[in-house]
């Protein structure tokens, strides 16, 4: 049982580009969502999920797509990245209506 | 609008005493849950508590309680007999049931004395 998986640990990309984090429970959850975290800031919603072919926006989506074609994988994809998605990213998943959130590692992104 | 205000960037505390973190939450929503995580210096995001809003008693978990004064939206967190594992950050968060929506504080970084 891995939990939430997150890969890269760390990228580091060039402003225009674009790239996808991946994201994977073996839970079973329903809900997944991802959260960028900037210093002095917590966490911040980006978009989340409550079921297979279900997405919907959080707090801070532009620049950001979700697709969630199966209950395991919740990618994000960065569509041309900037320097102020320099952040760290959270994936987490729950059971819909328990909403205790097991998190990812995280994902260090820089933008240059 | 800021939905969860920690206002403690940083505190200290003695070992083996107790501490209270704090956090107000803003919200209409009669229906939505209040929790709390610990962020280690490794980064990983630990859960450490949970209150509903309809929950009548505070809850515990070990040394952790969560003092939920709801006509103060106040949810502020309890660590008794503090250890230096403690040191990290603690995010106070909220979710709002109807939206499915998470928000965060923006956190407090506890230091443990020896």
């Known amino acids: 049982n891995a939990g939430v998986t997150q890969t890269p640990k760390f990228q580091v990309l060039k402003t225009g580009q674009s790239m996808t984090l991946q994201c994977a429970q073996d839970m079973n959850h329903e809900y997944m969502s991802w959260y960028r975290q900037d210093p002095g800031m917590g966490l911040r919603l980006i978009h989340y999920s409550v079921g297979a072919g279900i997405t919907d926006q959080g707090e801070v989506p532009n620049g950001y797509n979700v697709s969630r074609s199966t209950t395991e994988d919740f990618p994000l994809r960065l569509l041309s990245a900037a320097p102020s998605q320099t952040s760290v990213y959270f994936c987490?998943?729950?059971?819909?209506?328990?909403?205790?959130?097991?998190f990812g590692p995280g994902t260090r992104l820089t933008v240059t | 609008a800021q939905k969860i205000t920690q206002t403690q960037p940083g505190m200290f505390v003695q070992e083996k005493e107790a501490v209270t973190l704090d956090c107000t939450y803003d919200t209409s929503d009669q229906s939505y849950g209040l929790f709390w995580y610990k962020q280690p210096s490794s980064g990983e995001m630990i859960f450490l508590i949970y209150?509903?809003?309809?929950?009548?008693q505070n809850a515990t978990e070990g040394r952790y309680s969560l003092n939920f004064q709801k006509a103060r939206k106040s949810a502020n967190l309890v660590i008794s007999a503090s250890q230096l594992g403690d040191s990290a950050m603690y995010f106070c968060?909220?979710?709002?049931?109807?939206?499915?929506?998470?928000?965060f504080g923006s956190g407090t970084k506890l230091n443990v004395k020896p």
């Open positions: 987490a998943s729950s059971e819909l209506r328990s909403y205790e959130q097991y």
């Open positions: 209150q509903g809003s309809y929950d009548e």
């Open positions: 968060a909220m979710v709002l049931y109807n939206f499915n929506k998470f928000y």
